[in-house]
RNA sequence: GUGGGUGUAGCUCAAUAGGUUAGAGCACUGGGUUGUGGCCCCAGAGGCUGUCGGUUCAAGUCCGAUCACUCACCCCA
């Protein structure tokens, strides 16, 4: 009989592997919740409708990537590509532009894009993601990346940058859009099959093609940088020099494009070279007509998306590994010895003192492997002599130090023992 | 959706030009005189060689199909 396979592009995180991820979502949550980031969670599936009118139509994301069906009563729902809309979607249903306090928002968890995996890319992959809604003042723009960079170094993420751009607001967009295309149809045959197609879906694409050709083309293009309107100028400029200021640095990317429809003004990306084919490992930008073109109110948006895989497997090639508690372990030998050792297991767990013991009736030599093998600090042996003795033996697993410790009253004295062996630990 | 690579033990890999009972390291279990870990030694367990079909006296090895994984393109986190 052929075992069931998880779907293709969907991974357990097995519990080898969890550490790194409790250690990001928890870095996360200290840090956004001290910006004032209050989590939300919404769920994994919605309307295709809400991602179609928000990601935009014409966009590979909702073209091809989405999985959509329709449920029992054939209403069409999709399994969330991305969690801004969804978050945009809660504040809107629940009016929360009336609660003073909820402005700003983070939330974590799974995506779902129908594409073919590689190397840092999934059908279910996990994000990070913020949003803050009704601040247009461009400081925010740049408190957001900051923070992302406080966040980055808390991590010890090393080898990323910062890349910004512009583009623009839909007043000025649209003019540079029909510029662009004139000047890439005058060169229409020079570019590749993609980019011929690009040329007339999405135009802005042409600028992040990886074939040279184009490259070189582009490069007389005239640039959205430079058409954007007063204000947009204005903005940016602004976003810039509170960077500055914050000492945050980025490189500005004029011709970074965004695959969603929805992002006006600033936008940015943290990138690497370190993934293979994948170099952002988190972006984001404004979306200030968002809101509106969803039903809600006007109200301005802002927001940035983190890929937790990309960033966990940069954090596994700097290979950091983080500490763990003190473990002590229980050899027994003996039915009676297991039975009062059984008790002190759990006792050890509710005092707060991670223990394991051995259930089987193991030699004293396996036992000791066993535990050495689980790295555990202290081992408590307990036998008939020392249930005679009403003592147990308490070793050192480091020191190789063994002493007498009595049964009466061995957990808070434990307790003790391993407080002051951290202590002193923790000086040396 | 398109192209390349790879499928042998839990993991990493061997197996001469097709040729007996498919091996090794790590991991696992037990043991190396009474009840003491890491190193060392011994033993054990663990495989329908991804699946199906074809060629052959003979297939892990050659051919075809299929599935899975992987890398890349498109695009993105």
New binding site residues.
Partial sequence: MESI?????MNDILPDQIHWWQRVENTARSILENFGYREIRTPVLEKTELFSRSIGEN???VEK?MYTFADRKGEWLTLRP?ATASIVRAFIQHNLQADPLARKFYSTGPMF?Y????????RQ?H?LDAEVFGVEDPMLDAELMYMLRVFLEQLGLSGVVLHINSLGCPACRAPYRSLLQTFLLQNRATFCS?CQR?LHVNPL?VF????ERCQKIIENAPMLLDSICEDCRDHFAAVRSYLDRLQTDYEINPRM????DYYTRTTF??ITDRL????????GGRYDGLMRDLGGPDLSGIGF???M??LILLLQQQRSEPQRSPLVFLAI?GDQAKQEGFLITQQLRSHGIEAEMDY?R?????Q??????LAAHY?V?L????MAAGAA?L?D??S?Q?SSIPLDGLVPLLKEIIRNGDATAAKN
Avoid at 115 to 122: A, I, L, M, N, S
Avoid at 208 to 211: H, Q
Avoid at 362 to 366: D, G, P, Y
């Fill in positions: 396979q998880a779907i293709k592009g966009t590979d994301i990537e991305e894009r594409e073919r995996p590689q190397k840092g890319r999934y992959f994000q993609d690009r694409r992040d093609c990886k074939v494009v965004r695959g969603l990306e943290i293979g084919a994948q170099n952002a490992v988190g972006g998306a983190i890929g895989e990309r030998l089987a193991h030699s004293l030599k396996s000791m492997r066993r535990a050495d093998k081992v042996i036998g008939d002599e020392e033996q070793r697993m480091q190789k063994q």
